[in-house]
């Protein structure tokens, strides 16, 4: 307690702990946070307050630090407070942080997402994911004067209404909210089809919107031809194909899981990664389509704080260090995690699987590699949570939830995977004598 690292954070010196936090904090935010998962609902016990993060690691109101795989569910690929970065924002910030008038780095960021992304001629910023899907959908509709839309079950795009169809439960083509709040009207133009399906369309679609490879149901790579025959489907019938890149965009590759994939979709949305920790999302694709936006075109979209003077200097220092080496080097590292984390479990007789796509990696409990969502949903919940505590409790954070995935980057050097393995064989042995 006594090294807590807020006390140098909050000038009263007041220290905390996370039961505290948490309780006070669920009297005025509900559930105490403001993102679901980060309640710890799904896998129990009270959530670790964040004081501070540097590299692959995180420290808490407590003084416990954890090397940290969430890294903001993507957010973040150099590490915590990367000295670029935050260089960066601060030389921003001292020059103000917004103005209602357009600035020079919005210029420069557009230009080097287009360079990265050559289907992307065009491009918009945002402040979330769920702004850049949302407003993706919009140019689909306005471009091609269609209203309906096809999503797969599993794949999330935000929490805009007409994307919050869950394909779970509910019976797919009835498109039942997943969410109450959302009205039937709000979805009624939303189609939900399972992944790695090529769907039948036809000329009332205006767009099909996918995750190129699935990456918030668990990680479902996207099986040979899948991608190519929506590319073929969306051509026959003149429906436009929209990449959900918010989490592979500068995740999987310079240019994205369609670069990797060879792919090219009409739309793109993106997030996490060009904001380099800031709140952020941009959309983009062929200049024709994004020409209907506002002034150019009947589309209406806008934003305040849209192309923010610090969150394009944080995407652009991001960006900086980001070359062709980089990734190689975290895919490497991602795959090293991948084995280390198949072999903790092979070594004490639990079947997982570890998917991995580039730089992503994925974890689930049962013996098959899940396709879609169905098969995503039968990993087995308990013992994830049981791994997520066991781990924890060895100095290693993992996201508190059976259907995120791993986030490895340039700060998880080898000292770091050697910790992380050397936990992740514990925690499983943990996991095992506790079944
Ligand atoms: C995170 C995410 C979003 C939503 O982004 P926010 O910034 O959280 O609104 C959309 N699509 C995908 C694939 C995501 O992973």
Known sequence: MTESPLTGVLK?????????????????????????????????GTPYFVTKGQGARVFDVEGNSFLDLVQSYGA??????????????????????????????????????SRRVPSCQ???MVNSGTEATMSVIRVARGATGRDRILKF???????????????????ASLGIP????????????????????????DETFAAVIVEPCAA?????????????????ECDRVGALLIFDEVITGFRVGRGGAQQRLGVAPDLTAFGK??????????????????DNLAPLGPVYQAGTLSGNPLATAAGLATLELLDDAAYELIETRADCLAGAFANAFTAVGIDVKVPRFGTLIGLYFGDTTPTDYESACRTNETMYASFFHALLARGVAIAPGA?????????HDDEVLEAIADAAALAAAHVAEAR
């Open 12 to 44: 009263s010196g007041e220290a905390f702990t996370n039961e505290e936090l948490f309780a006070r904090g669920q009297n005025v935010i509900p559930g105490g946070v403001n993102s679901p998962v980060r309640a710890f609902r799904s896998v129990g």
């Open 76 to 113: 973040i690929i150099a590490g915590h407070a990367h000295p670029h970065i935050i260089d960066a924002i601060r030389s921003a910030a001292l020059d103000g942080t917004s103005f209602g008038a357009p600035t020079p780095r919005e210029v420069l960021l557009a230009e080097e997402i």
């Open 122 to 124: 065009k491009i918009r």
């Open 153 to 171: 079950a599993g794949n999330y795009h935000g929490h805009s209404d007409g994307l919050l169809v869950s394909g779970g439960t509910a019976m």
């Open 178 to 201: 997943a969410s109450a709040g959302v009205t039937a009207n709000a979805i009624a133009d939303t189609v939900v089809a399972p992944y790695n399906v090529v769907p039948e369309l």
């Open 216 to 232: 918030n149901m668990g990680l479902v790579l996207p099986a040979p031809g899948f991608l190519e025959g929506l590319r073929a």
């Open 273 to 290: 990664i060009i904001g380099g920790g800031l709140p952020v999302g941009a959309f983009g694709g062929r200049g024709e389509l994004m």
């Open 403 to 411: 259907y995120e995935v791993m986030f490895p980057g340039l700060a």
